[in-house]
């Protein structure tokens, strides 16, 4: 086999899913003081299901949302497309943590998935939305008897995953690196991340919400009607704010040690042809990872390119964000050689877009919630990687609470407690330093958890995307 980096020669550095004729224009910067009901700082998916939201709730809302950039250029617009129903970054963490209120979150978790599918279709949102379930693969014998065990715990919360043998995922999706897998049929949808950003910025507007981008927040202060939010070229009075900046800074310092920002890299190849597509078979078109702690997420897009993504977890001493970091070379040479073991007969195939950037991630891997300023600022973060459908479960949050409303949502424990904050640097880039190769060496070892593993687990801190 020629050396896989040859495929990535002609890949375009820049996110798939934004490389789009069909991107939309810009909203104009705002200028001079406005005033609202409601602010939403941060036009990406937080943002904007809790611009939507608020304004399904209350029509009469006046609703403003800006953002720095462009509505959906981050994170949200550039991740895997999965859109999962679980709100705990999964069910084993949210056993581990909320096993009291778990099957409520469980259920909460899939009516918020149902409510994402009911809005796509209310507002024609021309997202390549697919239900096609996710795969999880053993790709190591020691993960085989692990996939059992979830197996047993996600029938103890009513989910039933088929179990699939060696013979039974090939025939699914055909690897030599599967060895089992588990098959969630209900619980993730497949989406085009970036359209579903744009198709709810369209909703937003049609509500009326009025939309304000390449407006970054610069400060936030009490005033005598509610709060004030300065940006480059005036301000906005707001009754209430919803911050949705996740993983860039807060206005609000004392949240920023909750989250840290790590890169994730992705790659994706050219379209297959029908002969290169039906030597995979797929005709299901699940999405699936595997089960390492450096792990590989794996889909097909709606023209039957495959997104290959995952595996490294870069932080950044003091935890900055920068542009020139969304490309790593390194990465891509790591995700390309990964993607011909795991499909070697696609030898060939080119990739034609490498890119990356920055998510938030939290000591517990799913979002936390507060209020500030006596109950007028709201702020959720934290989502991990897993944030496409509980996004939207984060904005009811947020507008519950700055309603004042006790609801079945507010009163969870997920909800009324933060995870432990990261400590400051050096120790912070220290001891993910210190993790990270302790899940490098895990991997190595079938998954056995070193004594620093254990601790972190004892004391329920982790790092993960």
């Given at each position: 086999?020629?050396?896989?980096?040859?495929?990535?020669?002609?890949?375009?550095?820049?996110?798939?899913?934004?490389?789009?004729?069909?991107?939309?224009?810009?909203?104009?910067?705002?200028?001079?003081?406005?005033?609202?009901?409601?602010?939403?700082?941060?036009?990406?998916?937080?943002?904007?299901?809790?611009?939507?939201?608020?304004?399904?709730?209350?029509?009469?809302?006046?609703?403003?949302?800006?953002?720095?950039?462009?509505?959906?250029?981050?994170?949200?617009?550039?991740?895997?497309?999965?859109?999962?129903?679980?709100?705990?970054?999964?069910?084993?963490?949210?056993?581990?943590?909320?096993?009291?209120?778990?099957?409520?979150?469980?259920?909460?978790?899939?009516?918020?998935?149902?409510?994402?599918?009911?809005?796509?279709?209310?507002?024609?949102?021309?997202?390549?939305?697919?239900?096609?379930?996710?795969?999880?693969?053993?790709?190591?014998?020691?993960?085989?008897?692990?996939?059992?065990?979830?197996a047993e715990l996600a029938a103890r919360y009513g989910s039933r995953p088929d179990v699939l043998d060696r013979e039974a995922v090939r025939a699914e999706i055909d690897s030599p690196t599967f060895l089992g897998a588990l098959w969630d049929r209900e619980g993730v949808a497949m989406l085009n991340p970036a359209r579903l950003a744009w198709g709810l910025k369209q909703a937003c507007l049609d509500l009326g919400v009025r939309i304000h981008e390449h407006t970054p927040a610069?400060?936030?202060?009490?005033?005598?009607?509610?709060?004030?939010?300065?940006?480059?070229?005036?301000?906005?009075?707001?009754?209430?704010?919803?911050?949705?900046?996740?993983?860039?800074?807060?206005?609000?310092?004392?949240?920023?040690?909750?989250?840290?920002?790590?890169?994730?890299?992705?790659?994706?190849?050219?379209?297959?042809?029908?002969?290169?597509?039906?030597?995979?078979?797929?005709?299901?078109?699940?999405?699936?990872?595997?089960?390492?702690?450096?792990?590989?997420?794996?889909?097909?897009?709606?023209?039957?390119?495959?997104?290959?993504?995952?595996?490294?977890?870069?932080?950044?001493?003091?935890?900055?964000?920068?542009?020139?970091?969304?490309?790593?070379?390194?990465?891509?040479?790591?995700?390309?050689?990964?993607?011909?073991?795991?499909?070697?007969?696609?030898?060939?195939?080119?990739?034609?877009?490498?890119?990356?950037?920055?998510?938030?991630?939290?000591?517990?891997?799913?979002?936390?919630?507060?209020?500030?300023?006596?109950?007028?600022?709201?702020?959720?973060?934290?989502?991990?990687?897993?944030?496409?459908?509980?996004?939207?479960?984060?904005?009811?949050?947020?507008?519950?609470?700055?309603?004042?409303?006790?609801?079945?949502?507010?009163?969870?424990?997920?909800?009324?407690?933060?995870?432990?904050?990261?400590?400051?640097?050096?120790?912070?880039?220290?001891?993910?330093?210190?993790?990270?190769?302790?899940?490098?060496?895990?991997?190595?070892?079938?998954?056995?958890?070193?004594?620093?593993?254990?601790?972190?687990?004892?004391?329920?801190?982790?790092?993960?995307?």
């Open positions: 086999m020629a050396d896989p980096v040859h495929a990535l020669q002609d890949a375009q550095p820049v996110p798939f899913w934004l490389d789009d004729p069909r991107r939309p224009a810009s909203a104009p910067a705002l200028v001079g003081d406005v005033r609202c009901d409601l602010l939403v700082v941060g036009g990406g998916y937080s943002g904007l299901w809790t611009a939507l939201i608020a304004k399904e709730r209350d029509p009469s809302l006046d609703v403003v949302l800006i953002e720095a950039r462009e509505v959906g250029w981050a994170a949200s617009g550039r991740n895997g497309g999965f859109c999962e129903a679980s709100l705990t970054h999964g069910l084993a963490n949210g056993h581990q943590r909320w096993p009291g209120e778990l099957a409520t979150l469980e259920r909460l978790g899939a009516a918020n998935l149902r409510a994402m599918e009911d809005t796509v279709e209310r507002h024609g949102i021309d997202c390549d939305w697919e239900r096609t379930g996710s795969l999880v693969v053993a790709t190591e014998p020691y993960q085989v008897e692990g996939l059992h065990e979830f610069t400060g936030l202060t009490d005033s005598p009607r509610g709060v004030t939010v300065r940006t480059p070229y005036g301000r906005v009075g707001a009754r209430r704010v919803a911050l949705a900046t996740n993983a860039f800074p807060s206005l609000l310092r004392r949240h920023r040690p909750y989250t840290v920002p790590v890169y994730d890299y992705a790659l994706m190849t050219e379209p297959l042809t029908g002969q290169q597509l039906a030597s995979v078979g797929w005709k299901h078109r699940q999405g699936f990872a595997d089960s390492a702690n450096h792990f590989h997420y794996v889909r097909l897009s709606a023209d039957n390119r495959i997104l290959f993504g995952g595996y490294d977890v870069v932080h950044q001493f003091r935890s900055r964000v920068r542009a020139e970091r969304d490309q790593r070379p390194e990465t891509f040479a790591t995700l390309a050689r990964h993607f011909f073991r795991t499909f070697p007969q696609l030898e060939g195939v080119r990739f034609s877009h490498a890119w990356g950037g920055a998510i938030d991630t939290c000591t517990r891997f799913s979002a936390f919630f507060d209020l500030s300023h006596g109950g007028r600022v709201a702020y959720a973060a934290g989502f991990t990687g897993l944030g496409v459908g509980a996004t939207r479960f984060g904005a009811e949050v947020m507008l519950d609470l700055l309603a004042g409303a006790r609801t079945e949502r507010t009163a969870l424990e997920l909800v009324r407690r933060k995870p432990l904050p990261f400590p400051p640097e050096p120790a912070r880039s220290i001891g993910i330093g210190i993790t990270q190769w302790a899940l490098t060496r895990a991997d190595a070892d079938a998954g056995r958890r070193n004594l620093w593993l254990r601790t972190l687990d004892r004391f329920g801190l982790g790092f993960d995307s």
